[in-house]
């Protein structure tokens, strides 16, 4: 199911709609991390094109997380 959720990036309140699927792993990257979910999504934002939605970058960081476990490099 998607849900809507919130978060404040740098100093900005802002909204995005994910699947509970990618809000888990977005917790269980952040937590294997030692970092709050917090500063993870922030770190996201930062790095996503300007052109694109954080919904999609949230994504797409999830998508390319689960490949790297996926795919370990020797």
């Known amino acids: 199911m998607i ?3 919130s978060a404040t990036l740098h100093g900005h309140r802002t909204s995005f709609s994910l699947e509970d699927e990618f809000w888990t792993e977005l917790k269980t990257i952040a937590a294997s991390r030692s970092m709050p979910l917090a500063a993870l999504i922030s770190e996201i934002d930062d790095r996503r094109p300007p052109d ?7 994504r797409l ?3 390319a997380w689960a ?3 996926a795919n370990p490099q020797p």
């Open 61 to 63: 960081h999830v998508l």
């Open 3 to 5: 849900r809507k959720h």
């Open 67 to 69: 490949k790297a476990a």
């Open 52 to 58: 694109s939605n954080l919904s999609s970058a949230l």
